[in-house]
Nanobody
Framework: HVQLVESGGGSVQAGGSLRLSCAAS????????MGWFRQAPGEEREVLTT????????YYANSIQGRFTTSQDNAKRTVYLQLNSLKPEDTAMYYC??????????????????WGQGTQVTVS
């Protein structure tokens, strides 16, 4: 089993930045990809990014291209989501997910196996 813990959320003014972290523990050898999602109140969960742990290849949803960047530190089994130029509409709970599949594209919600509890981002 794999456990995921997100951190780094908070409240920020529009135009500001945050860096989210997601630390994986447990049987992480099975993890080939990790991703970030967000869910605003009353909305469906939205896919943001996928990063493949072996190659470092990244994929982004069109909605956040150019503003958000995902990266990894394999030694720490941690992925990051850098949020820049934040807008009030970015307010949401941000989740990370981990999966075992190697699809080599942006992966969607039902393609991940493990989920974190989320970290809240509020932009005013």
């Amino acid at each position: 089993h794999v456990q995921l813990v997100e951190s780094g959320g908070g409240s920020v003014q529009a135009g500001g930045s945050l860096r989210l972290s997601c630390a994986a523990s447990g049987y992480t050898y099975s993890v080939n990809c990790m991703g970030w999602f967000r869910q605003a109140p009353g909305e469906e969960r939205e896919v943001l990014t996928t990063i493949y742990m072996g190659s470092g290849r990244t994929y982004y949803a069109n909605s956040i291209q150019g503003r958000f960047t995902t990266s990894q530190d394999n030694a720490k089994r941690t992925v990051y989501l850098q949020l820049n130029s934040l807008k009030p509409e970015d307010t949401a709970m941000y989740y990370c997910a981990a999966g075992e599949r190697l699809i080599v594209r942006l992966m969607f919600e039902n393609e991940y196996k493990y989920w974190g509890q989320g970290t809240q981002v509020t932009v005013s």
